[in-house]
Structure formats: C-alpha cells, structure tokens
C-alpha cells in the first residue's frame, strides 16, 4: 500500500490561517493610519517603519500558507512567535497599550494564527507519517 499526502486535507483550516494572516496585516496598516489605536505611545516609542515590515511580512505570510509548505509554516509560527513575546515583553506594565484596540486586535488574530499553524504542523507531520490526525 502506498501513502500519499493529499494537500487538500485541511482547505479550511489553510482559508482560516491565511485570512487571520491577512486581518494581521491590515491592522498593522490600520494602526499607522490611527485608524486603531494603541494606547498613549509617545511619538518617540511609535515604530517608525516597524509597522509597515510587520504590515508587509503578514500579509506576504498569507500568501505563503497557501504553498503547503511545512517549513514555511514553521518559520512563520516562530517569527509569529517572537512578535508577540516582544510585545508581551515590552509593553507588559503598560495596559493601556496591551488592551488597547490594536493591541488587543493584532495580538488576538496572531495568538489564533499561531494555534491554527501548530495545528498545520503537526498534521502534516503526522500525515507524512502515515498517521492521521
């Protein structure tokens, strides 16, 4: 008996990672636009170009999911990651900012778009096993 993978085994779950890619995205570009707000950050603490990298690299990652690729998902959960440890990290004591709609937001959509990528790896993983999950 021969295995194959079939890289529609989870066409939903790739459609729910890509669009949370894509709302991460755009709520980066919606900060910039002080469409969505982020606390009291002074002018000297608002990332300069940051935003539109971290805008960029979601919206690009996006369109990565759908490669089927597993080291691109796990690259793109380990960059996912560190973003929001960093941010946890840096803005720990300040709430306004951590509850702030576009903290709240980003962090949200990136803490289920990691979940959703662990979830890829690892059915692909144990798919390429001969296991199912």
């Not at 989870?10 to 636009?33: E, N, S």
């Amino acid at each position: 008996m021969t295995l194959s993978r079939n890289k529609n085994n989870h066409p939903y779950i790739l459609a729910a990672a890509f669009a949370l890619a894509i709302v991460a995205g755009i709520a980066y570009l919606l900060i910039d636009l002080d469409i969505l707000a982020v606390g009291n950050l002074r002018p000297s603490e608002e990332p300069a170009g940051i935003i539109y990298v971290a805008a960029g690299c979601y919206l690009a990652g996006g369109l990565l999911i759908l490669a089927h690729r597993r080291w691109l998902w796990i690259f793109g959960a380990a960059m996912n990651a560190l973003v929001i440890l960093f941010f946890f990290q840096m803005y720990q004591g300040r709430t306004e900012v951590l509850y702030s709609p576009g903290g709240f937001v980003t962090k949200a959509v990136q803490i289920l778009l990691e979940a959703i990528l662990i979830y890829l790896i690892i059915s692909d993983w144990r798919n390429a096993k001969g296991t199912n999950v």
